[in-house]
């Protein structure tokens, strides 16, 4: 397997089978409307066409800038692995999208008919809308994908943060592919694509209004299982089992990404009406913040209480549980419900935390499964609970019917089941085939210089004053053990000199590879 699927090969392999099925749909010439002269007239339906257009483009254009929230939540991490981690959110929004475009797209909404070229599908998996081409190179499939591709590589991102520090960069391609191209595609059609969770004969069948099982669950549990399999980093865990906090590098990077994530929230369920004269996008909008904003308020008051500070990190995480939480509701239900499913989202967020890390023992360096794992779960139940009636025929417990609450509990453990067996089957088969753990050389010295060829941040010696209790590290002894440093490298024949200082000594350095 090592000689067939590496760094190398893998290229040539997504190539190839790339190549061959554009070749097999080489016929397809037959177009749907791509200018868009058939679907807009002069007239208050083609305005309307065109306000909808323009809301559902803003919507993705909100939701694609929440992948550098995402990047900023890198400030949880070690300064030596950011530049790792930012590579694998970049992947994922470029690799992934392409993916998605090539067989995601087609196979989450063939046989949907919410577009022209759609046609194709069963209740299980879609087959119609390959590439793009044939009467879905259509101005209103093309806008629709778009909405959808943004949506697939958040996804994906998720587990980023969960695998972050010690996770081989070809097992990740690998995973990211799978992901946008067949795992979330495929449940996603069982929900949004008029698959057979959509028309459970329960309530108004599963409702996840922009994604709280399609997205936050899926991707969850497969972070769940992607940091089990790759096990916790050196030195997270003491001999006695019990947990060591691993301060992260930046934490304004943190907040600044969570000011990102939220503001892009709009666009996630605002956008999902994908259409702005569905005025109960106020509603979705208001929800949206109302939720997020409980959330960050109650662990702002628990972690005072708790510790005698403010944590402002898990404040940050308060609000996007809160965030992940409302996603499946945000359309269903009252401004008092979204703050009260804000609030429950924290104090699960907090406990899932502990669970996860303390008992578990499974090391999750930006909270992913806290947050969006046990969130889009409690999301997909708060449906069943709080949905009032007043839109799409929606209606929960608190109306006198528990029939939602069922169509929402069988949709979650579905979701909870897909991702589980997949994530299980990725990542222990390639574990046990190329490996998915970077050397142990490789995680102390950091994944940016060995995997990236760079630090993330420039190495300047004349500022090394990191604060040690109330005094600056003495410069002259931080030069001496650099000398020091530098005099073992020189005899080390094994290592190869990278890196320069400003004062042109090298500083860095890591081993060659053996050649064989």
Request: glycine content about 12%.
């Amino acid at each position: 397997m090592k000689c067939i699927f590496n760094k190398k090969t893998i290229g040539v392999w997504l190539f190839l089978i790339t190549a061959g099925i554009f070749t097999l749909n080489s016929g397809i010439v037959e177009a749907g409307d791509p200018n868009g002269a058939e679907t807009y007239s002069d007239s208050i339906v083609g305005l309307k066409y065109a306000v909808n257009f323009t809301w559902t483009l803003l919507g993705a254009f909100l939701v694609f800038i929440m992948q550098a929230g995402f990047a900023f939540l890198g400030g949880f991490l070690r300064q030596k692995n950011m530049l790792g981690y930012m590579a694998h959110c970049f992947i994922d929004s470029t690799l992934g999208a392409i993916v998605f475009y090539l067989f995601g797209f087609a196979l989450m909404f063939g046989g949907s008919k919410l577009v022209p070229g759609l046609d194709y599908g069963n209740s299980f998996i879609g087959w119609d809308g390959f590439f793009l081409c044939g009467r879905s190179y259509d101005v209103q499939t093309i806008m629709f994908w778009l909405f959808q591709m943004v949506f697939a590589t958040k996804t994906v991102t998720i587990i980023a943060g969960a695998v972050a520090e010690r996770m081989k960069f070809v097992p990740y391609i690998i995973y990211s592919c799978l992901m946008c191209g067949l795992i979330y595609p495929i449940y996603g059609h069982w929900v949004w694509g008029g698959g057979w969770l959509s028309t459970l004969p329960f309530g108004a069948g599963v409702k996840d209004f922009a994604g709280c099982a399609c997205v936050h669950t899926i991707g969850g549990i497969m972070a769940f299982v992607g940091a089990w399999a790759l096990g916790p980093r050196k030195g997270k865990y003491n001999p006695d089992g019990t947990p060591n906090a691993i301060p992260g590098h930046n934490l304004v990077y943190v907040v600044i990404g969570t000011f990102i994530l939220a503001f892009g929230w709009f666009g996630f369920n605002a956008g999902s009406t994908l259409a702005a004269t569905d005025l109960r996008m106020s509603v979705v909008a208001s929800n949206t913040f109302i939720a997020a904003a409980a959330g960050a308020s109650i662990m702002l008051f628990l972690t005072w209480a708790m510790t005698g500070y403010v944590d402002v990190l898990f404040i940050c995480n308060g609000a996007l549980a809160g965030l992940v939480a409302i996603t499946a509701p945000c359309a269903y239900v009252a401004p008092w419900a979204a703050a009260i499913i804000g609030l429950l989202s924290a104090l699960i967020m907090r406990g899932a935390v502990w669970l996860v890390e303390v008992k578990m023992k499974v090391d999750d360096p930006l909270g992913a499964v806290a947050v969006h794992a046990a969130n889009g779960i409690w999301g997909m139940i708060a449906v069943g609970i709080f949905a009032d009636g007043t839109y799409g025929g929606v209606s929960g417990l608190i109306t006198g019917s528990g029939w939602q609450l069922l169509a929402q509990a069988i949709g979650t453990v579905v979701a909870m089941a897909w991702a589980f067996a997949w994530g299980a089957a990725i990542f222990f088969g390639l574990k046990y085939t190329i490996g998915i753990r970077v050397s142990e050389l490789v995680e102390s010295d950091g994944v940016d210089t060995h995997i990236h060829g760079s630090p993330c941040y420039p190495i300047e010696q004349d500022f090394i004053a990191p604060m040690v209790g109330a005094s600056m590290i003495d410069l002259n002894k931080e030069r001496e053990q650099l000398s020091l440093l530098e005099d073992a490298m020189s005899k080390d024949a094994g290592r190869e000199k990278i890196y320069s200082d400003k004062l042109g000594r090298w500083v860095y350095a890591r081993l060659k590879t053996a050649k064989k």
